[in-house]
């Protein structure tokens, strides 16, 4: 996973205000063993053995603790739950194909300090890798996650076919096995259920409601995730949620402002005190030579209303001291 080829810089903070967190993860499973519907009961504490081992070794930010499911006591069960960390025993798919069995033995989960990264091991794949924040930063997601997975097999090869890629339980997650998502608000999108899927389609991305897949939403946020597993890297896949992401922000600005309706032009003068006077394009008086007055026409303010340079100085602000 080369995170340093990823093409995304950063949100502007009136688009990252609308991201509410991001979340990328990846199922693993080991190239020594066989998968869960099929693996003995000690080689599936074998796999523990050694998953737990290389999250030993973890230190900044990934270090951590690691929670036996069979072990844990009650204050950290309840913590887990209170933290939406605990998987459960499988559903009566996992439990046909073999995969409960020994339930709860040789299975748990790691969190690093600032619960930003997590580790399930022995579910339905051997290893679900996971990272994740609050807030908008796609890149540190995902070079957390790439750090940790090579870390990992250092101690444990992953199991992967030149053809497949890596293999996983689920033949939907054959490739990458890679998921890469964020919680964003889009309530005027989401009434244009057209152009919404439009953009979806040409980025190769999936809406979701935020409460998993096939769940509707009635609050304008939504689960907005890369669609592709095959044929394609780690970093493909990012990519294209964060290009249909930046394509539906644009696309949300653009109806947000259309139904506010035609802006009214404001006054230059004195009485401008504040970032939130300037409501409109600036109207100048008669006369007025400035490069501000010059410059500063409806369209280009039409286009900068609201945005904040990478410092998050605003649009706005920028232009009160000359109006």
Same mark, same amino acid.
């Given at each position: 996973?080369?995170? &340093? ?5 950063? *949100?502007?903070? !009136? ?8 979340? #990328?993860?990846?199922?693993?499973? /080991?190239?020594?063993?066989? %998968? =869960? ?24 930010? %990934? ?6 499911? =069979? ?21 009566? *798919?996992?439990?046909?194909?073999? %995969? ?14 600032? $619960? ?13 890798? @996971?990272?994740?924040?609050? +807030?908008?930063?796609? $890149? ?24 497949? +890629?890596? #293999? ?16 964003? $608000?889009?309530?005027? %999108?989401?009434? &244009? ?5 439009? @953009? ?20 304008? #946020? ?13 970093? !493909? ?42 409501? =409109? ?9 400035? /490069? ?32």
């Amino acid at each position: 996973m080369n995170y &340093n080829e990823l093409n995304c810089p950063p *949100f502007s903070p !009136d688009e990252a205000a609308i991201i509410l967190s991001t979340r #990328i993860r990846v199922g693993r499973n /080991l190239a020594d063993f066989p %998968l =869960g519907p099929g693996i003995s009961k000690d080689q599936r504490n074998k796999v523990e053995e050694l998953v737990s081992k290389a999250c030993k070794a973890f230190t900044g930010e %990934l270090a951590g603790t690691y929670y036996a499911l =069979g072990s844990m006591s009650e204050a950290d069960r309840k913590q887990l739950i209170a933290d939406h960390f605990l998987f459960k025993e499988g559903d009566r *798919f996992l439990e046909s194909c073999g %995969l409960n069995r020994d339930w709860p033995a040789g299975r748990g989960i790691f969190h690093n300090k600032d $619960k930003t990264f997590l580790i399930w091991v022995n579910e339905e794949d051997q290893l679900r890798i @996971i990272s994740m924040q609050p +807030g908008a930063d796609i $890149k540190a997601v995902f070079t957390r996650l790439s750090n940790a997975a090579s870390l990992i097999e250092k101690e444990a090869k992953f199991a992967h076919d030149e053809h497949l +890629g890596y #293999i996983t339980s689920c033949p939907t997650n054959l490739g990458t096995a890679l998921r890469a998502s964020v919680h964003i $608000k889009l309530p005027f %999108l989401a009434k &244009n259920k057209d152009k919404f899927n439009k @953009i979806a389609d040409q980025y190769y991305v999936q809406i979701r409601g935020i409460h998993g897949e096939h769940t509707e939403t009635d609050d304008g #946020i939504f689960d907005i995730s890369n669609k592709r597993r095959l044929g394609r890297s780690e970093k !493909d896949l990012v990519q294209d949620m964060y290009n249909g992401v930046k394509a539906m922000i644009q696309a949300e600005k653009e109806l947000a402002k259309a139904a506010k309706g035609p802006v009214k032009p404001v006054k230059a003068g004195a009485h401008l005190k504040k970032p939130e006077d300037i409501t =409109g394009p600036i109207e100048f008086p008669p006369g007025t030579h400035s /490069l501000l007055c010059k410059y500063l026409t409806p369209a280009v303010y039409d286009k900068y209303a609201g945005c904040h340079d990478k410092a998050g100085v605003s649009f706005e602000q920028m232009i009160l001291s000359g109006a």
